[in-house]
């Protein structure tokens, strides 16, 4: 296996893009990557594109041909473009995808893409689109929404562990408080825990400021070999570790409700591959589609016990300049949540912060970041690690 | 009401009607929904049909108020995760005042309609929980 890197990345702005189309937003950001690459078309040996459910919110699929043909690469180069898909975690599988193109020697420079056009159609077909990374015949039909499935797992985590809603809470303001920092973000206003309180109840104990929002954006990270990657660039993020886990799709046949035993295992398979423990990481982008997701996620990955999570979030120690930055970006809360796109966004907010790029939410000597990309409830897992350091 | 096609919902009807799963007499593991591979025993499970007693208690629960797709009707409604005497669990409603549901509380399976298509549309039935 060869050694990856990162050398170029791009992202539009995350939000509810009304005046742009699924193939402008994808076009703009897989363009700016190849720029800060510094690559041409006839360089790319294939596309792997992370996106969830073109056929509903923009009923279009065969997205790799449309992503191939809008960016200039199908007519004359036929470019191979495949599209991945595993609900909100399809970003993260598409980099992984990728990874393992340059990685077995099939192909010398990839590009790994993440798209989705959430508001094109109303909030009731987006919401039903998303509740189908749910087991649709045993969850959904009973009237089990996406945030009421999260909501189970907090409930429990609360019972248990006497996590409160000040606790779920504070995710949400660290999170915004970040995302004011952040150029992408949807969202750019500092909150309060009353804000998160008083917001409308969605499913008890998750306010709708609990919950990530349905969003437009893509993002897109160029791959080629670490042995190559300084003849593109003085900054290369490598890869050290890439891991992915199943699980039941359904919440209710996990033995443990408040623990994701994808992200567990994907952790744990990414230390392993990486040589590194969670005390070697400096920083982490996770899956916070919701307050609690966030909380399980730190616990999971190994960066506090479990029933730790709300304590120490709401004590500070995840912020920016805290022992372990969660979420410099704002995480899905702020930057939002267009499902294919953020396990991309995700990396390429830890190449920018190993670069030392990131602007006023940079963490101060960041050298080795992790991902944490999550289908569904935990039936999916997808966890990477990057280094500055070859 | 999440729409299903009278194919994709009626074939599933002694499940959802009667809750009919599964047991792997190999191992003595019960299923529901029902399985057809086994995944402590895989293909040496000896996978059997299996009719629920119907009790259980609450594990985890919520109280849906964005409700999902034609269950506006109903809001708010009680989620719960129930595991069943048998060892299984499953996702249900539980029907009784918000105030009341709690974890680990006691209930039984009852036999009623999930929702409708619309006024000419199919009717869905299926089970829910009540206090026991």
Redesign the interface.
């Known amino acids: 296996m060869r050694d990856v890197a990162i050398i170029g990345v791009g992202c539009t702005k995350f939000g509810e893009l009304w005046d742009r189309s699924f193939r402008d937003i994808f076009v703009e950001a897989g363009v700016s990557s190849l720029e800060d690459a510094g690559i041409q078309g006839e360089d790319i040996g294939g596309i792997y594109v992370g996106n969830m459910s073109g056929g509903r919110f923009v009923e279009q699929e065969h997205i790799g041909s449309l992503i191939a043909d809008y960016s200039g690469l199908a007519s004359t180069l036929h470019v191979p473009a495949t599209r991945v898909e595993a609900a909100c975690a399809s970003g993260g599988l598409a980099l992984r995808q990728a990874i393992f193109a340059i990685a077995s020697g099939y192909n010398d420079i990839v590009v790994a893409a993440g798209a989705e056009k959430m508001t094109d159609v109303s909030p009731?077909i987006a919401?039903?689109a998303l509740?189908a990374a749910a087991?649709?015949?045993?969850?959904?039909?009973?009237?089990?929404?996406f945030?009421?499935?999260y909501?189970?797992?907090a409930?429990?985590h609360m019972?248990t562990y006497g996590t409160t809603s000040e606790q779920l809470a504070s995710v949400s303001v660290k999170n915004h408080h970040n995302g004011t920092m952040n150029p992408i973000a949807q969202f750019r206003n500092e909150i309060t825990i009353d804000t998160v309180l008083n917001s409308?109840?969605?499913?008890?104990?998750?306010h709708m400021f609990d919950c990530s929002p349905i969003s437009d954006g893509a993002s897109s990270v160029v791959l080629t070999t670490a042995d190559a990657a300084k003849k593109y660039t003085d900054t290369p993020v490598y890869i050290k570790a890439t891991a992915l886990a199943c699980d039941t799709i359904?919440?209710?046949?996990r033995p443990d409700?408040t623990t994701l035993g994808a992200t567990v295992e994907a952790g744990k398979r990414a230390y392993r591959m990486a040589g590194l423990t969670s005390k070697n990481i400096d920083l982490v982008e996770v899956h916070d589609c919701f307050t609690i997701a966030e909380i399980c996620a730190i616990e999971d990955l190994g960066f506090f016990k479990k029933g730790e999570g709300g304590r120490a979030t709401y004590d500070g120690e995840t912020a920016i300049d805290a022992q372990i930055p969660i979420n410099p970006s704002g995480g899905l809360k702020t930057c939002g949540h267009p499902v294919g796109a953020t396990g991309i966004k995700q990396a390429v907010e830890i190449t920018e912060q190993l670069r030392g790029t990131a602007g006023k939410r940079q963490v101060d000597g960041a050298e080795v970041g992790m991902t944490h990309n999550v289908g569904g409830t935990g039936g999916t897992a997808v966890v990477h690690i990057f280094s500055r350091n070859r | 009401m999440i729409s299903m096609t009278v194919a994709r919902f009626w074939r599933m009807i002694p499940n959802r009607y009667n809750l009919i799963g599964t047991q792997c007499t190999n191992c003595g593991q019960y299923y529901f929904p029902p399985r057809k591979i086994c995944p402590t025993c895989r293909r040496d499970g000896k996978i059997e049909e299996y009719k629920f007693k119907g009790k259980g208690e609450v594990v985890t629960y919520t109280v849906i108020h964005t409700p999902a797709k034609g269950y506006d009707q109903q809001t708010p409604y009680n989620i719960a995760i129930i595991k069943l005497d048998e060892g299984t669990s499953l996702t249900g409603q539980v029907i009784c005042d918000p105030k009341e549901i709690q974890i680990g509380m006691k209930v039984r399976s009852v036999f009623r309609k999930l929702g409708e298509e619309s006024e000419r549309g199919m009717i869905y039935y299926g089970t829910k929980f009540v206090p026991e």
Do not use: C
């Open positions: 009731d919401t039903d509740a087991d649709r015949e045993w969850e959904g039909i009973v009237g089990a929404t945030p009421g499935l909501a189970m797992i409930r429990l019972h409308s109840m969605v499913a008890d104990p998750l359904s919440l209710h046949d409700i």
